[in-house]
């Protein structure tokens, strides 16, 4: 249920009640009050004051926790992306073993994308490739005078406007590049994604983490 994981009902104590309302207790410190109406209209049985309730009502229920999990999730998935991203010298330089091995060439992140209403994404080992034949995903910091790689973008189909991002070695940091052409990117994006198209597969992240030591 939680974390993706679906669950089709979750057991939940009754902490404490009113007149009208039940306080219902999820783990140690979660809790939510739920109108007695709720738990009668949806033919919930109370035994041992305990209630079961279905995964859809869980997440009606406890939305703001619920809320606050899902954003906790997006920032490590953030912090996840961005030790590849400070180390894209370092896995260009192990092309070659991430080659060999189809589960790292196509490793999805979830930031590893360009686009607006159609949305190009790619896997790792074919974004290493542009950034080795330094393609336009590839660039010069002004400040640093190092090498950057764009990694995602979003702009307008119709003005052709855009905004990418991309990590900058030098600065060992992001920075936003205002860009006229946008459709070149989402043009580079999409050759990418055709030759590489991402998987998802957390455990080979962690393999690849462990393999190349970082």
């Known amino acids: 249920m939680l974390g993706g994981i679906f669950m089709e009902s979750v057991k939940l104590k009754i902490q404490s009640e009113t007149e009208d309302k039940y306080e219902l207790l ?17 033919h919930i049985t109370i035994i041992d004051n305990q209630v079961e309730v279905s995964d859809y009502l869980f997440r009606s229920f406890f939305s703001s926790y619920v809320a606050k999990l899902k954003h906790e999730e997006r920032i490590k998935e953030s912090e996840k992306t961005f030790a590849y991203l400070e180390r894209i ?43 080795k034949l330094e393609t336009r995903l590839t660039g010069t910091c002004e400040i640093t005078n190092q090498k950057y790689y764009i990694f995602s973008g979003t702009g307008s189909p119709f003005s052709g406007s855009g905004t990418l991002t991309a990590y900058c070695v030098g600065c060992d940091d992001l920075h936003s590049i205002s860009v006229g052409t946008f459709s070149t990117y989402m043009g580079e994006f999409k050759q990418i994604q055709a030759f590489c198209p991402p998987r998802k597969n957390e455990e080979a992240k962690k393999q690849l983490r462990l393999e190349l030591n970082f």
């Open 26 to 42: 999820y783990l140690d410190g979660v809790t939510t009050w739920v109108h007695k109406s709720l738990i009668r209209d949806n």
């Open 89 to 131: 010298p370092f896995l260009i330089e192990n092309l070659d073993l991430i080659r060999k091995n189809k589960e790292y060439y196509h490793l999805y992140f979830d930031r590893f994308r360009i686009g607006h209403y159609v949305v190009f994404r790619a896997g790792l080992g074919g974004l290493l490739e542009s950034y």
